[in-house]
């Protein structure tokens, strides 16, 4: 068992910049790809970014692309996502999630566990 908080969300205007943390339980974080996905109210669930098990590989979606940076600490049991140039449609509930069984994915059913979630509104 995996257990996930997010922090980190918060209210913003256009252009600014918010980083999320999702802190995880367990002895063996280093073995875990992980990932962000992002829910806005009366859409479906998108990928955000992945990062592989030692953070050498990571995938964006092309939204995020050149603003959002993921990285992880594996002795801190954390992964990060830094949020820069944010835009109105980034306004969205995100969640930090665990794949136990794939390296990486971009794909929301490869994630075994999730976090509660972290709101992120940007204002314009």
């Known amino acids: 068992q995996v257990q996930l908080v997010e922090s980190g969300g918060g209210l913003v205007q256009v252009g600014g910049s918010l980083k999320l943390s999702c802190a995880a339980s367990g002895r063996t974080f280093s073995t875990y790809a992980m990932g962000w996905f992002r829910q806005a109210p009366g859409k479906e669930r998108e990928f955000v970014v992945a990062?592989?098990?030692?953070?050498?590989?990571?995938y964006y979606a092309d939204s995020v692309k050149g603003r959002f940076t993921i990285s992880r600490d594996n002795a801190k049991n954390t992964m990060y996502l830094q949020m820069n140039s944010l835009k109105p449609e980034d306004t969205a509930e995100y969640y930090c999630?665990?794949?136990?069984?794939?390296?990486?994915?971009?794909?929301?059913?490869?994630?075994?566990?999730w976090g509660q979630g972290t709101q992120v509104t940007v204002s314009s």
């Open positions: 990062i592989s098990r030692s953070g050498g590989d990571t």
């Open positions: 999630a665990v794949s136990t069984r794939y390296l990486s994915s971009t794909v929301a059913s490869a994630y075994d566990y």
